[in-house]
């Protein structure tokens, strides 16, 4: 199954296994419902705007909907999705009860600039340069990170990434916290 496929079906198991109907969630994402029914089906290239949208108002990390990938993956076998600026692959996701850490390898495109939407509160990302100078982050203070800065920031909060001059290569940690049994969100250490 491609990966349009295999997110789609991972993406209805996830809203039919929260008991959201179709209709819900295309209001809660601002996700148009024709746009979520193709993406369901396969129909349609998820974009990574469009799938943090979905996955927010699930209340779910983007590695819910992502396909597995072999172990350890290879670049081959890496699931890649693509938004305005920003392509990532997950490497890695670790799960345990106070939070599931995801781990991307991401491309930031020279001359494009990404903003992405709100995450679950207490959400926070973390991003390390290997080559290019980036700015990143929340979106009302930016920071910049050249190759081999660490930088992190509220991923709760409307959040931007940019290529400064040429294209970034760098790794992106998110990390969300987990919720208790009330649904409540745990702490983030």
Sequence with gaps: ?????????????????????LSELARRSQVGKGTLSE???????????????LTTALDAPL???????????????RAE??????SAALIE????????????????????IQTSAAHAPGTREHLTVLHGTARV????????AGPGDHVEWAADVPHLYCALSGDVEAILIVRHPAHDADGEHGSVG
Excluded: C
Excluded at 63 to 77: F, G, I, K, W
Excluded at 81 to 86: E, F, R, Y
Excluded at 137 to 144: F, H, N, Q, T
């Design 39 to 53: 993406l369901e089906n396969g129909r349609r290239n998820p974009t990574l705007e469009t799938l943090y949208a």
């Design 81 to 86: 999705i693509s938004g305005s600026a920003v």
């Design 137 to 144: 982050g929340e979106v009302s203070d930016p920071l910049v």
């Design 1 to 21: 199954m491609d990966l349009a496929g295999q997110v789609g079906r991972r993406l209805k198991e996830l809203r039919v296994e929260q008991r959201v109907s």
């Design 63 to 77: 590695s819910a909907v992502l396909p597995p990938s072999a172990t350890p993956p290879s670049a081959a076998d």
């Design 93 to 112: 996701r670790f799960e345990d009860t106070a939070a599931v850490t995801e781990v991307y390898r991401a491309r930031i495109r020279a001359g494009a």
